[in-house]
């Protein structure tokens, strides 16, 4: 079914616009990919959440993900399937854990503290198909990636609803997960691809 959607949209956009390059269609269909796989995958983990009734907690989990998915970025699956179950996984229990978990302030300081040392060291982690060449643009999502963990921290301060707290601090959690290189190794997929350029630093 994916092929034959993609292969659909492919042919049309080659009709509307035949100049483009085969190179370009690439690119775009890239993109057209990734928003076909995050709608599916999400319709799927949304489904199950209301199932076992975390529809909320996965809600408020995936904001608090996404957000600095934006700019610390990370590894994706090579494969559709194992993006599925690992999501599911992820972000299901994810969101049982927020919504049954107290966690104490002395472990969310100490959390919070992990994840900023993970961050600053490791962020932003690229990937095969999006490698981050320009090193200006990743000191500035480093730089972003931080100031996402430190809003998030003195968030948590001034609020108490427990659902928000234990949603920003998983959502970093899972991402520090997603950016480290031994997850990259477990998934045998390259990191720093932005080397093979010859920008090392």
């Known amino acids: 079914m994916k092929k034959r959607f993609l292969s659909y949209i492919r042919s049309n956009i080659k009709k509307q616009y035949p100049k483009y390059s085969e190179d370009k269609l690439d690119e775009i269909m890239y993109g057209v990919e990734g928003i076909y796989l995050t709608i599916t995958k999400s319709i799927i983990i949304l489904a199950l959440s209301l199932i076992l009734g975390i529809f ?117 959690t899972v991402e520090c997960i997603l950016i480290l290189p031994i997850t990259y190794k477990v998934f045998k997929l390259p990191y720093k691809n932005y080397v093979k350029y010859g920008l090392s630093t």
């Open 56 to 172: 909320k907690e996965l809600i408020y989990l995936l904001v608090a993900f996404n957000f600095i998915r934006l700019f610390a970025f990370g590894m994706h699956a090579n494969n559709s399937l194992t993006c599925l179950i690992f999501s599911s996984f992820v972000f299901l229990s994810g969101a049982a854990l927020c919504k049954y978990v107290v966690l104490s302030k002395e472990l969310i300081y100490a959390l919070y503290l992990i994840v900023l040392v993970i961050i600053a060291i490791y962020s932003p982690a690229d990937t095969i198909k999006r490698p981050l060449i320009k090193k200006k643009k990743r000191i500035r999502f480093k730089i972003l990636s931080i100031l996402t963990v430190i809003i998030y921290f003195v968030t948590s301060l001034f609020i108490k609803d427990n659902l928000i707290i234990n949603s920003m601090i998983f959502g970093l």
